[in-house]
């Protein structure tokens, strides 16, 4: 009799013991994941942190040569111009305000260094009649800049090629002629290619916010990867 009533008893005590384990199972796992998440966030947080600093530091870079002029203006072999925007048509090619803050830099260190070589970089871009060096040849010409001291180097699609298609003519004392927001990366990129240059910064002309934050940030960004990878 007793045997016969002990069988459902100890199956009511397995099946609780079952609810147990499986109970203690899911309260173990929700700890688990509490403590995963956990970390997870916290990882989370300090790599965001650590992209926020560098971005900060590489932002800190690129405003430290916004204003690098040399005070001394003669005495370069060579004036190497890199490109930007050009607009118009094929037959009237017109640079963009950008573009051009940076040629009238030119014009104005060529006025003091008449024997150096001006060498302009940029291939042409997708939406552009013609390419940048081509572009910067013809506003050069307009302004009485002989072509005999105009070097174009149209095959240039960033920076980056900019300078390594220029490093064959900057062997002799050469000064850079970019937009200040441009120069920071530019002298960068050149130091990692070996090219040893002065830095001009071409003032940029008034722009929105918007514009001008747009231009900061992706240089800001662009320092980051040239500081890591070198181009």
Known sequence: MNVQS?????????????LHEIKTTAKNVKVKNRRFNHRGLKALVFLTGCIFLYFLFCLGLVCSKVNDRPTRLSGYQTIL???SEITGSSK???????????????????????????????GKGKNEPVSEAYGMEKYL??????TDRIIKEDHAINTYTNLRNSKIFC?????????????A?????????????????????????????????????????????GR
């Open 185 to 229: 990366r530019s002298l960068t990129l050149a130091k990692a290619q070996g090219l040893k240059l002065t830095g001009y910064a071409a003032k940029t002309p008034q722009r929105s916010l918007i514009t001008l934050s747009y231009f900061y940030v992706r240089e800001t960004i662009g320092m980051g990867r040239a500081l890591i990878f």
């Open 81 to 83: 111009v890199l490109g």
């Open 141 to 146: 010409e307009k302004h009485s800049v002989s």
């Open 92 to 122: 009237n090619p017109l640079p963009t305000p950008v573009t051009k803050s940076r040629l009238d830099a030119a014009l104005k260190v060529a006025q003091f260094n008449p024997h150096a070589k001006i060498v302009l970089s940029g």
């Open 6 to 18: 002990n069988g459902p008893l100890k199956k009511k005590i397995n099946k609780n013991v079952v």
């Open 171 to 183: 062997s002799k004392k050469t000064l850079l002629i970019t937009s200040d927001f441009h120069l």
